[in-house]
C-alpha cells in the first residue's frame, strides 16, 4: 500500500551536513508515524529518529542534538536533517512508516548510502 524512496545520500566530509528526503505514496500520510533507521556495515539496522502525526520527536541518543526530523504532510515527505556527521554516521539509511497503533514499522524504503569520509 505504502511505498517511500529515500534521496539525498552521498560522500561528506566528516563535520560535514546531508538533509535526506522520503517521499510517500499514501495520501493519507499525515496520519502516520514516520521513522528513519540505519544500517551501518557488519552491523544490524538501527532506529535513528521518529516523528509521530501529533508532530511529537524522537531520537536515539548517538544522533541527539545533531540530527533533525521532520515532515511536510502536503508534500507526503519526511526529511532528516544530518549535521556535524562523523565516520560512524556512515549506513544505509532507510525511512519506514506505520500507523500509530502498530507496534512496529510495516512499510520500509529501498534505502539511501550515506558515507562520511574524508
Known amino acids: 500500500q505504502v511505498q517511500l524512496e529515500e534521496s539525498g545520500g552521498g560522500l561528506v566530509q566528516p563535520g560535514g551536513s546531508l538533509r535526506l528526503s522520503c517521499a510517500a505514496s499514501?495520501?493519507?500520510?499525515?496520519?502516520?508515524?514516520m521513522g528513519w533507521f540505519r544500517q551501518g556495515p557488519g552491523k544490524e539496522r538501527e532506529f535513528v529518529a521518529t516523528?509521530?502525526?501529533?508532530?511529537?520527536?524522537d531520537y536515539a541518543d548517538s544522533v541527539k542534538e545533531r540530527f533533525t526530523i521532520s515532515r511536510d504532510n502536503a508534500k507526503n515527505t519526511v526529511y532528516l536533517q544530518m549535521n556535524s556527521l562523523k565516520p560512524e554516521d556512515t549506513a544505509v539509511y532507510y525511512c519506514?512508516?506505520?500507523?500509530?497503533?502498530?507496534?512496529?514499522?510495516?512499510?520500509w524504503g529501498q534505502g539511501t548510502q550515506v558515507t562520511v569520509s574524508s
Open positions: 519506514a512508516a506505520k500507523l500509530g497503533i502498530s507496534s512496529s514499522y510495516n512499510y
Open positions: 499514501e495520501r493519507t500520510f499525515g496520519v502516520y508515524t
Open positions: 516523528i509521530r502525526s501529533s508532530g511529537r520527536t
